[in-house]
């Protein structure tokens, strides 16, 4: 049984930084792709950056260069360093993980269609 338990929302100023964690257990960490959606009140849920079992990282327009994703050196547990956050980053995040396809020798992330796992989420809330 795969479960994702999120941690380290909260509340911060415009201009503020958090970190979240998302403990991963369950699952063979290697045959697995991670990734962080958020989806906000009325709005749909977004992609932010998904983890290739090899580590190779993408990350949404959005976020880029203000988020950054990494994992330890166990894989089994996910983190988002979110900087210079902005009262638009308010949402609810969520970590997911998901077996993918396999190409280029490691598990690659899905991006045509839902994840299978999903954490339940951590709120983070920006103030201006």
């Known amino acids: 049984q795969v479960q994702l338990v999120e941690s380290g929302g909260g509340s911060v100023q415009a201009g503020g930084s958090l970190r979240l964690s998302c403990a991963a257990s369950?699952?063979?960490?290697?045959?697995?792709?991670m990734a962080w959606f958020r989806q906000a009140p009325g709005k749909e849920r977004e992609g932010l950056t998904s983890?290739?079992?090899?580590?190779?990282?993408t990350y949404a327009d959005s976020v880029k260069g203000r988020f950054t994703a990494s994992k330890d050196n166990a894989g089994t547990t996910l983190y988002l360093q979110m900087n210079s956050l902005k009262d638009e980053d308010t949402a609810q995040y969520y970590c997911?993980?998901?077996?993918?396809?396999?190409?280029?020798?490691?598990?690659?992330?899905?991006?045509?269609?839902?994840?299978?796992?999903y954490g339940r989420g951590t709120q983070v809330t920006v103030s201006a």
């Open positions: 997911a993980a998901d077996s993918g396809y396999y190409r280029e020798h490691a598990v690659r992330c899905p991006r045509d269609r839902e994840f299978r796992y």
């Open positions: 369950g699952y063979t960490v290697s045959a697995y792709c």
């Open positions: 983890i290739d079992s090899d580590g190779r990282t």
